[in-house]
């Protein structure tokens, strides 16, 4: 079995930009190995980091929703 571990997209152009997404670990899950998080940090000018940990996979039919509250003292930010 291959795992992918981690991507990089880099942008050396006028303004160099860069994306990092590792996957930490992983676990089997039915008959799929499934990550167990996400981790991603954006780089332009600041970095970004957004880390994600996953507690339960479900695949059925449902529509998928991706919950989560922005910390205390943080500012939700949309991406273009």
Known sequence: NLLLKKQVIEYKGYEPQKLTVN???????????????????????????????????????????FTYKVPQGMNRIFIE
């Open 23 to 65: 996957y930490p670990g992983f676990r089997k899950h039915e008959k799929s190995i499934m990550p167990t998080g996400v981790m991603v940090e954006a780089e332009k000018a600041d970095k970004v980091y957004i880390e994600i940990e996953y507690k339960n996979v479900t695949f059925d039919n449902e529509d998928l929703r």
